[in-house]
């Protein structure tokens, strides 16, 4: 009986302890580093988001294309000067309308023409000393810039103009010269060579024999030889081609 009156006045007592309060979060040197990373995040994305906005407005990027180049419904447009650093596959390459398409390079320009086997069939090498055929070429017309010479060349092999309409070549405002190392051969087989000029010069044809009788003549005929040779006699009262025939031989 003591004992549970003991037990009930102390139940009774109120207590001087206030509620315990547990805290609950990041605190002290946790919550300062928590802070410095979302801020240097915040800094980064702001910083790539200017850099987007850069590039994008450096590279001109709209909705029908980048910088020069344009998307259409026929294929990709491109206008201004442009630089390739790798090699340009393409169907076809054209400028506008009544403008000229110009190709530029520090070095040589080479065009390759291939086949379903990806082999070379035509090859177009231009640079400083001219232009590069390794094979045939077909073109209507072969022309040098303004008061610039053409030169039509093969260092090795032989060059061959065929049409089946005629070849004409024409210098309006120069000569025309045709040189070679060993023949050079003018063959018309079903009609004939003309030279139509004021003046025709051969001043390489070799010279006949003459007699010393009388004075020395400046004037002399031309005599063709069997063979097609041409030479030079000295001109008499009559044809001395007959007594300098020595040349044909």
Request: proline letters at 5%.
């Amino acid at each position: 009986m003591p004992q549970e009156q003991y037990t009930h006045h102390r139940s009774t007592i109120p207590s001087s302890e206030g509620p315990q309060v547990y805290k609950v979060g990041i605190y002290g040197w946790r919550k300062r580093c928590l802070y410095f990373f979302v801020l240097l995040l915040m800094i980064l994305i702001l910083v790539n988001l200017a850099m987007t906005i850069w590039i994008l407005k450096v590279m001109n990027f709209t909705i029908d294309g980048m910088g020069n180049l344009r998307i259409t419904e026929k294929g990709l447009k491109l206008e201004g000067d442009s630089e390739f650093l790798q090699p340009l596959y393409a169907k076809e390459i054209q400028s506008r309308p009544g403008n000229a398409l110009y190709f530029k390079s520090a070095r040589n320009v080479t065009v390759n023409i291939l086949n379903d086997q990806t082999k070379v069939l035509t090859q177009l090498i231009t640079g400083a000393e001219g232009t590069v055929f390794p094979k045939s070429i077909e073109t209507p017309n072969v022309r040098a810039d303004p008061f610039k010479e053409l030169r039509l060349e093969s260092p090795t092999r032989s060059l061959v103009m065929e049409a089946p309409k005629g070849v004409e070549i024409n210098a309006e405002a120069g000569n025309m010269e045709a040189t070679c190392r060993t023949e050079l051969r003018l063959e018309s087989k079903d009609g004939e060579i003309k030279l139509d000029a004021a003046k025709i010069r051969l001043p390489r044809l070799p010279h006949g024999s003459y007699t010393p009788t009388g004075t020395r003549q400046k004037v002399f005929e031309i005599c063709v030889c069997a063979n097609g040779r041409l030479f030079l006699s000295q001109a008499g009262t009559g044809s001395t081609c007959q007594i300098n025939t020595s040349v044909c031989l």
